[in-house]
């Protein structure tokens, strides 16, 4: 593990020096590190939105990855700055529910409160330790430094609220959780859930969002027609609903936390 990976996700984008001096720290200590962009285009301070991405993202590095998420608003508070031991992967992010989603899907083997200076760059800034902390934290752990060097384990960690979706006999009570670039509206229901609803076999589904009803779950965007509104399984595994090469964010002006329901069609 003397070469390593390390993945980087902010919300710095990428026109400021910010990343690009993570990754002179990170390769200060490590020359070798391979250093990967998971995204730096995050909203300012959406934890939320960072805790999805990670969680979507992190499984399909290899063992041994070490994956920094900086979306802090409370940088310089006392905050803890935590790294979990997740599928022998390391998840490093503040204390501030960014890690709820991946560590829900995911537990963790191990949580350590990241608090050993002797592996911080110095001095540490107030204001960015992403550069001065996690940089440095997450790079010596690429050179096989135990994880529990770093500080004491904990098992208490912030969670953000709970998004599972509820699945009932009458319907599939969710709300949307992400909104991706072309506008698809992400919920937190599942493949699994829809299966389990399905189980009972009424009748058809019917998605509700916003005053939209839609019709069945299709397999891919092209089944609807230009522009009409559709629900399909994503790559996540997650219910979308979508627009075929359209935006559906835009077409029904909802965005994240909008409530969706599945129910079933009387059978004919």
């Not at 995911?106 to 911080?120: E, G, K, L, M, W």
């Not at 440095?136 to 994880?147: C, E, I, N, S």
């Amino acid at each position: 593990m003397s070469r390593g990976t390390i993945t980087l996700l902010s919300d710095f984008g990428t026109t400021d020096p910010y990343v690009s001096a993570m990754k002179g720290v990170a390769l200060s200590v490590n020359p070798a590190v391979q250093l990967v962009d998971m995204s730096h285009e995050i909203n300012p301070h959406d934890v939320a939105e960072a805790g999805f991405v990670l969680a979507m993202a992190h499984g399909y590095y290899p063992a041994g990855t070490v994956h920094v998420a900086v979306v802090d608003p409370g940088v310089g508070s006392e905050r803890r700055i935590l790294a979990a031991e997740v599928a022998g992967q390391v998840l490093m992010a503040p204390d501030n529910g960014l890690l709820t989603m991946a560590l829900s899907r995911t537990p963790p083997r191990r949580i350590v409160h990241v608090a050993n200076a002797d592996y911080f760059r110095h001095p540490v800034s107030m204001t960015f330790h992403g550069r001065d902390i996690f940089a440095p934290v997450a790079a010596h752990l690429t050179l096989g430094v135990d994880l529990g060097e770093m500080g004491a384990e904990v098992e208490d960690y912030k969670r953000l609220e709970a998004a599972a979706a509820a699945v009932s006999a009458e319907a599939i009570d969710g709300q949307v959780i992400h909104v991706d670039r072309f506008g698809n509206l992400v919920t937190n229901i599942t493949r699994e859930d829809l299966a389990t609803f399905q189980s009972g076999a009424r009748g058809g589904l019917r998605v509700h969002v916003a005053a939209a009803e839609i019709a069945g779950v299709s397999r891919t965007y092209a089944e609807a027609g230009l522009g009409e509104l559709l629900a399909v399984i994503g790559s996540t595994g997650l219910l979308e609903l979508s627009t075929n090469q359209g935006s559906a964010a835009d077409v029904l002006g909802v965005g994240r936390r909008t409530r969706v329901r599945v129910t079933q069609s009387a059978r004919a």
